[in-house]
Nanobody, 124 residues
Framework: QVQLVESGGDSVQAGGSLRLSCAAS?????VGWFRRSPGKAREWVAC???????DYSVSTRGRFTFSKENANNIFYLQMNSLKPEDTGMYYC?????????????????????WGQGTQVTVSS
């Protein structure tokens, strides 16, 4: 089983930037970032497939960038131009190493490993 540990969350002012890290034990085929805020359902934020291809939610596209450090299985989410509505607990999630993904999974059920989250708070 892939194990994940997130870090990098902090409190920032609107318009600021943060870079979240997700350290993976094992080699996940695809990794996604999700967030959860009180009063809101968990939402998908971004993903990276087995070949480095990325995709983003409509609300984050153009502001967030997903990248990876292959040698150490570290995944990064660079978040710029942060808004108060970006506030939430951010989680990285991984698919099984047994299946390669060309393009990100279309269903959340394929993410079988989850980190414990890192808190991002954006104030106005």
């Amino acid at each position: 089983q892939v194990q994940l540990v997130e870090s990098g969350g902090d409190s920032v002012q609107a318009g600021g930037s943060l870079r979240l890290s997700c350290a993976a034990s094992g080699r996940p085929a695809a990794v996604g970032w999700f967030r959860r805020s009180p009063g809101k359902a968990r939402e998908w934020v971004a993903c990276i497939d087995s070949f480095g291809g990325t995709d983003y939610s409509v609300s984050t596209r153009g502001r967030f960038t997903f990248s990876k450090e292959n040698a150490n299985n570290i995944f990064y989410l660079q978040m710029n131009s942060l808004k108060p509505e970006d506030t939430g607990m951010y989680y990285c999630a991984a698919t099984s190493p047994s299946k390669s993904w060309a393009g990100c999974p279309a269903e959340d059920k394929h993410y079988i490993s989850w980190g414990q989250g890192t808190q991002v708070t954006v104030s106005s």
